[in-house]
């Protein structure tokens, strides 16, 4: 039997090795880095876009704050009516305008915050495309400050329905739905000549109902206080912030 030679291919170099393993290493870096920069580029866009959306939120939120603020002037201004009227006899023309003013007294329109943004990015786990901690900061102090006012406003609503209580009880049925067709943040549109026409509607004395009156009033003393607190601070710091959180933001994300 013959033995035939095995042939041999030469021995690699050890740095041969090294080579391939090098640019392995390369090419793997190099997709490494190209994700990360693709990824980065990706948050810098949800940034921006977020950015824009929460500015105009929070352009939302100050118009919606000056509104709130005109339905608490109307509302303290209706408690201070009242007061004045409850003074005197409640018969007559004094009976029909303290039932018809006593009709506004459970409610004022609340702010409408505009959170979806807001709400959307601490959800979906995008604060963190906000590198500036300073900017996040101020935002979460903003969001503190949108539930400390809500919060307030929920007490304000459930104080409005116990006092409707009250209000009931004193209001002529057929009268509260005539004054039901009008609403507070346009009671100071109502012409003269209308208004005139719904104080002479003939009612009975409220005289007879002095203490659900007395009641009634002391609530509205206590909505009237906790209105001019929250005009004086909370909206005014509420306001504050969302300027300064529309400037930072436009600042960091260079929107107009």
Known sequence: MEVHAHSHSPRKKFTHYLWDFLMLFLAVFCGFLAENFREHKVEQIRAHEYAESMVLDLQNDTAAIHLEDKSAVLYNSLVDSLLIINKSKLEGRNASKFSF?????????????NRTTFEQIKNS???????????????????AKVNEILAESNAHGERGNLMLVRINSIIDPLFHQLASRYFLWSINTISNQTRDSIFSIPLA???????????????????????????E????????????????????YHLE
């Open 101 to 113: 003013y006593s009709r506004f007294l459970y409610w004022t329109l609340p702010i409408s915050w």
């Open 125 to 143: 786990g995008s604060l963190r495309y906000f590198k500036n901690n300073d900017l996040l900061k101020k935002l979460m102090k903003y969001e």
């Open 205 to 231: 004395s409220l005289e007879n109902k002095r203490p659900e009156i007395n009641e009634m009033l002391n609530m509205a003393v206590v909505q009237q206080r906790n209105l001019r607190y929250s005009n």
């Open 233 to 252: 601070t909370r909206w005014r710091q509420a306001e504050e912030l969302a300027r300064e959180l529309i400037t930072d933001l436009k600042k960091e």
